[in-house]
């Protein structure tokens, strides 16, 4: 019994920092439903927002000027009413950046920049995309998207996506995993406007200030637990 006890005491002390880490592992969907009550929000006609910053669920949404962004360019993000005509008929609360006016007297296109608000590697595994407006007029032409992922090393990876439609499409992304950054520019002439994001925090990953869940937590317990008991007993 009392070498039972011992190996599961350092089974445990083994198997903390794993259980850590998949404890901490979390898979949300960046909605944008807090909008409809955010009183943080500026409300533009009806009840389109506009913004600086987005935050939810510990991810951050940042707006970064082009290097040529023009004098007049709008900066931060927008979201569209439900009785907008830019918003999908059927769709719930996107985003979109609101450096979008792509010509000479404004500049070039915004960027999003994508990160956890601790700092964390996290993946991005899916996205949902739609043109900005409905440019049917225009024969709803492809606007191609480029997303840059950035790991703690600096290592970048990339995916793209071509959205062809004015109403949302998910996009499947299966590289940018174990990114502290993803980046993506306004599209120009055909922008585009983005919706329930799904994203993980990568495996092996630490919470926030070194507090360990309550897994690990359990296993520590156990294995103090164990070896008090082996010496116990020794004695």
Do not use: C
Not at 27 to 36: M, N, R, S
Not at 44 to 63: I, N, P
Not at 77 to 105: E, I, T
Not at 120 to 128: H, Y
């Amino acid at each position: 019994m009392q070498l039972q006890v011992l190996a599961l005491a350092r089974a445990a002390l083994v198997l903390g920092p794993w259980a850590l880490g998949a404890a901490t592992a979390a898979i949300v969907t960046i909605d944008f439903e807090k909008l409809d009550g955010d009183p943080t929000t500026r409300p533009l006609a009806a009840d389109d927002r506009s913004m600086v910053s987005y935050e939810e669920q510990g991810y951050q949404f940042t707006f970064l000027a082009s290097p040529n962004p023009g004098t007049i360019n709008p900066t931060g993000f927008g979201s569209w009413g439900s009785d907008s005509l830019n918003r999908p008929l059927g769709s719930s609360r996107a985003l979109y950046n609101a450096g979008v006016q792509p010509d000479d007297a404004y500049g070039e296109p915004g960027f999003t920049i994508l990160t956890r608000a601790d700092g964390l590697a996290f993946d991005l595994l899916s996205i949902e995309l739609s043109h900005y407006s409905n440019y049917v007029a225009e024969g709803n032409p492809a606007a191609l998207i480029t997303f840059t992922g950035t790991r703690a090393d600096n290592s970048t990876t990339t995916a793209t996506a071509s959205v062809e439609t004015f109403g949302f499409q998910p996009f499947a992304i299966g590289s940018l995993t174990n990114v502290v950054q993803v980046r993506w520019q306004q599209t120009a002439t055909y922008a585009h406007q983005f919706d329930n994001l799904v994203l993980n925090q990568a495996q092996g990953g630490n919470p926030p200030s070194g507090v360990p869940e309550p897994g690990s937590l359990a296993l520590a317990g156990l294995a103090l637990a164990g070896l008090l008991g082996a010496r116990r007993s020794r004695a």
